[in-house]
């Protein structure tokens, strides 16, 4: 299994939030929803992320959860904002939630625009596939000649009817979306150097990846992990070095720690369980690496982010009341 579908395993959308918007110039969005991870796909016109411009055909994948700005080509000041929930309102505070609905699932200054954008958002880092977003730049654009156009025009389609059983669709469309969209920047020759881990072809350090994902709570030293994949110590430390582009032992921590940080999202989830999940002998040894690359604490961490931590798959919000935000904020 190469390394890039054991990353890309994780994304799965529930109850998606994913709409079609449709704008005339002059506009401007401040977007503070706190998703872990948004695509944003330009069917038609043109618009602006953060200032980089994309046109109709790219797609974009950004990384949150910090706020951002999606304007026309012109770069227009944001006039409205989107926060938590995707709640929508002027700066001010007006709740623009019925005037600028056109539908279940369609939202914008005016029906018909003359631009118009997919967006579909994942509000929770372990729905959106740990490491992977994390490797992802702040924003990733993928062009029109390496997008998936169809799969853009399918999912659009989608969005514009309301179906039966059209929320599972949409769910597992943006998936591929978002799969197929990180495949094609992973295989670009531009991709930034710290994500060449993504597009290992390196057979021996595939494997040895193989080994590290399946048991990250094995006690790993490069030693034993040579003798796993049958090479000598040098040869693997090497290799994997060039293929991945940090030492084993390190990258090991970094996937421990990302895992963590996803099972420290379950409800019931104690730092102590975790910390024997991913590998530690105690909470103490565990909280201390947490720290050190995190910039907080594990009780911190949950701390900082109830509302995931709240959201089991007990707590999944059901089709009918997503449908019915879709109906009313945005």
Not at 17 to 42: K, Y
Not at 59 to 71: H, K, N, Q
Not at 206 to 226: F, G, I, K, Q
Not at 262 to 270: E, G, K, S, V
Request: proline letters at 7%.
């Amino acid at each position: 299994m190469d390394p890039l579908t054991h990353f890309l395993d994780g994304p799965r959308a529930v109850g998606a939030f994913a709409l079609i918007v449709q704008m005339n110039t002059p506009w401007g969005i401040n977007v503070r929803d706190n998703a872990a991870l948004t695509v944003l796909a330009v069917t038609r016109g043109a618009a602006r992320v953060d200032g980089s411009l994309l046109e109709a055909g790219d797609v974009a994948l950004i990384r949150g959860p910090e706020p951002y700005a999606v304007t026309d080509a012109a770069g227009s000041a944001p006039a409205i904002e989107i926060g938590p929930g995707q709640h929508c309102t002027t700066l001010d505070g007006r709740d623009l939630r019925d005037e600028l609905r056109h539908g279940i699932r369609c939202w914008g200054n005016t029906a018909e625009g003359e631009t118009a954008l997919l967006i579909g958002t994942y509000e929770r880092p372990d729905e959106a596939g740990g490491l992977v977003v994390r490797a992802l730049p702040r924003l990733t654009i993928v062009p029109r000649e390496r997008a998936d156009g169809a799969l853009v025009s399918l999912l659009t389609r989608e969005l514009a009817h309301d179906d039966p059983a059209a929320q599972v669709v949409v769910d597992r469309l943006l998936d591929v979306l978002v799969v197929n969209t990180i495949r094609h920047w992973a295989n670009a020759p531009d991709r930034p150097t710290e994500a060449s881990w993504l597009a290992c072809n390196d057979p021996l350090v595939v494997r040895a990846l193989e080994c590290l994902h399946a048991d990250p709570a094995v006690p790993w030293t490069v030693e034993s992990l040579a003798r796993r994949v049958n090479t000598s110590r040098a040869s693997l430390a090497a290799r994997f070095r060039t293929s991945v582009g940090e030492p084993p032992m390190t990258y090991l921590t970094r996937w421990r720690l990302t895992l963590a940080r996803d099972l420290l999202q379950a409800p019931d989830a104690t730092v102590s369980r975790v910390a024997r999940q991913v590998g530690y002998q105690n909470a103490y040894a565990f909280s201390t690496a947490f720290k050190r690359q995190v910039g907080t604490t594990p009780t911190e961490y949950r701390l900082r982010r109830p509302a995931q931590a709240g959201l089991g798959p007990d707590k999944i919000v059901p089709l009918e009341v997503r449908l019915t935000s879709a109906r009313g904020d945005i």
